[in-house]
C-alpha cells in the first residue's frame, strides 16, 4: 500500500525553511508524518497549514493541549480519517496522560467516557463537524453551561474548521498514518 495517491516529498527536497521547520518535528518524534511529506510538493500549501496548526495548537491560553487533542481525534473519528486518528490519537495519549482515552474517543466520539469539561468540548466540536447547518445557539449555550469561555468556544470551532481541511486532504490523498504513531503513549507495558 502506497502512503498517498499523489506521493511524498522527502525532507530533503523541501525548501530550506520547511526543511528546517519540519526537520524540527522530526528531531522529536524520530520521523517525519506522513502528512507533512504529502503536502511538501506544494510548499505555499504546506507553510499555511503549519502556520495555522501551530497558531490553534500550540497557545498557552484557553485550551489544553490535551483538549485541543481531543477536538481533533473527535472531529477525525466522526469524519472517519484514520490518518488524523491515529496521528492524534498518539499525541492525545501522551497529552492526557491516559493510553486509553484516543482509542475510546476513536471509536465513538459521542459516547466517549470524558469528565463533563471533556464531553462539553467533543459535543460542541462534534455539533459543528458534523451538522453545521443546525449549528446555533442551543450548542453555544451548552458549552457555556459546561464553563467554556468564549475564547475557548472559538478554538474549539477553528481546530474543528482546520481539521475538516486536514482530513478531506488526508482522505484525497488516500494519507495512510506513519507506523510509529501507532505504539507512541500507550505505556510500556
Same mark, same amino acid.
Given at each position: 500500500?502506497?502512503?498517498?495517491?499523489?506521493?511524498?516529498?522527502?525532507?530533503?527536497?523541501?525548501?530550506?525553511?520547511?526543511?528546517?521547520?519540519?526537520?524540527?518535528?522530526?528531531?522529536?518524534?524520530?520521523?517525519?508524518?506522513?502528512?507533512?511529506?504529502?503536502?511538501?510538493?506544494?510548499?505555499?500549501?504546506?507553510?499555511?497549514?503549519?502556520?495555522?496548526?501551530?497558531?490553534?495548537?500550540?497557545?498557552?491560553?484557553? $485550551?489544553?493541549?490535551?483538549?485541543?487533542? $481531543? =477536538? =481533533?481525534?473527535?472531529?477525525?473519528?466522526? +469524519?472517519?480519517?484514520?490518518?488524523?486518528?491515529?496521528?492524534?490519537?498518539?499525541?492525545?495519549?501522551?497529552?492526557?496522560?491516559?493510553?486509553?482515552?484516543?482509542?475510546?474517543?476513536?471509536?465513538?466520539?459521542?459516547?466517549?467516557?470524558?469528565?463533563?469539561?471533556?464531553?462539553?468540548?467533543?459535543?460542541?466540536?462534534?455539533?459543528?463537524?458534523?451538522?453545521?447547518?443546525?449549528?446555533?445557539?442551543?450548542? $453555544?449555550?451548552?458549552?457555556?453551561?459546561?464553563?467554556?469561555?468564549?475564547?475557548?468556544?472559538?478554538?474549539?470551532?477553528?481546530?474543528?474548521? $482546520?481539521?475538516?481541511?486536514?482530513?478531506?486532504?488526508?482522505?484525497?490523498?488516500?494519507?495512510?498514518? +506513519?507506523?510509529?504513531?501507532?505504539?507512541?503513549?500507550?505505556?510500556?507495558?
Amino acid at each position: 500500500m502506497t502512503e498517498s495517491r499523489f506521493g511524498l516529498t522527502e525532507l530533503d527536497d523541501l525548501p530550506d525553511d520547511l526543511r528546517e521547520r519540519v526537520g524540527e518535528i522530526a528531531r522529536k518524534s524520530g520521523f517525519v508524518p506522513n502528512i507533512f511529506r504529502a503536502l511538501g510538493h506544494r510548499p505555499a500549501e504546506l507553510r499555511a497549514f503549519l502556520d495555522y496548526h501551530d497558531a490553534l495548537m500550540d497557545r498557552p491560553d484557553g $485550551l489544553t493541549k490535551a483538549e485541543r487533542e $481531543l =477536538v =481533533v481525534v473527535a472531529t477525525s473519528a466522526a +469524519n472517519h480519517c484514520t490518518y488524523c486518528i491515529v496521528a492524534h490519537g498518539a499525541i492525545l495519549r501522551i497529552r492526557a496522560k491516559d493510553p486509553y482515552v484516543a482509542d475510546q474517543v476513536a471509536s465513538n466520539p459521542w459516547q466517549a467516557p470524558l469528565d463533563k469539561r471533556g464531553r462539553a468540548i467533543a459535543d460542541l466540536a462534534l455539533a459543528l463537524c458534523r451538522a453545521p447547518e443546525l449549528f446555533g445557539e442551543a450548542d $453555544l449555550a451548552a458549552a457555556r453551561a459546561a464553563g467554556l469561555t468564549d475564547d475557548e468556544i472559538w478554538d474549539v470551532g477553528a481546530i474543528t474548521a $482546520l481539521f475538516a481541511a486536514s482530513n478531506r486532504l488526508a482522505h484525497l490523498t488516500a494519507l495512510q498514518p +506513519n507506523p510509529e504513531f501507532s505504539l507512541m503513549g500507550r505505556g510500556s507495558g
